[in-house]
């Protein structure tokens, strides 16, 4: 169950290797979708081992009210030298992050800031025995992604980029499907898509890809397939 604390204002909880110190202020839907999708985000580095969320969240919360910061921790609970943190008011980014490192300094914390590449897009690959209809439902077992997008890089053998609504819900499913690779193939892996790939695999789509409106069923891909051809 998660605990009220720094002062009645955050929330913090914990889900696997991630500690979370959330705001408990009724925010509109327009900026809880923004900051949902990572607007904003600042990537926080070289933190001591023994720092933890409550002494960064400290420091933080002299520049602003802080909508959420996501701190990666060990099984000892130590700290694994990164977090993550996005103020409610995310705009003037620039001036924030210059501010916020001094604070750190200040502070002899050591800390380093700077703006998230809020990756939310997995790869996976090798897949074997699986159709793509079979492994769109496979995958929505697991996790809950906003787009899966499927190339066939040779006939029949495709590699799928799975996107997510933000870098902490990519995480998670990172971790998951780590565990479950063995249902998609005895050589199938997942891994974050990293802008190499993102550009190679962007490079290399067809124009003939289509985009599926609704659920597709096993019995659909024949004719999917057939139409992509022509």
């Keep these: 169950m998660p605990s009220m604390n720094f002062d009645k204002k955050y929330c913090t909880s914990q889900i696997n290797g991630t500690v979370y110190m959330t705001t408990m202020k009724n925010l509109s839907e327009e900026q809880l979708t923004k ?21 960064i969240m400290q420091v933080a919360v002299k520049l602003g009210e802080v909508y959420m910061l996501r701190n990666k921790i060990d099984f000892l609970r130590d700290s694994r ?12 980014m620039k001036n924030t992050m210059h501010a916020l490192q001094q604070l750190f300094w200040n502070a002899k914390l050591g800390i380093r800031v700077r703006k998230s590449r809020n990756q ?4 996976l690959n090798n897949v074997d025995r699986l159709s793509p209809v079979q492994v769109y439902h496979e995958l929505s077992k697991y996790s809950q992604y906003i787009k899966l997008c499927v190339h066939e890089v040779q006939p029949y053998y495709y590699i799928y980029v799975i996107e997510y609504r933000n870098n902490d819900k990519a995480a998670i499913a990172h971790h998951m499907l780590r565990s479950k ?6 050589n199938a892996y997942i891994e974050w898509l990293d802008k190499y790939q993102e550009n190679n695999t962007s490079q290399t789509l067809p124009s003939c ?3 599926l409106q609704q659920p ?13 051809e022509h």
Excluded at 181 to 186: E, K, P, V
């Design 35 to 55: 900051l949902n999708a990572g607007a904003g985000e600042i990537y926080l580095s070289n933190i001591p081992k023994k720092c933890s969320a409550k002494r």
């Design 181 to 186: 690779m063995g249902h998609f193939g005895a």
């Design 209 to 211: 890809c289509l985009q």
């Design 120 to 123: 939310r897009r997995l790869l």
């Design 81 to 92: 030298g990164f977090a993550y943190l996005q103020y409610i008011n995310e705009t003037h």
């Design 216 to 228: 597709v069923t096993e019995q659909q891909l024949p004719a999917i397939h057939e139409k992509s």
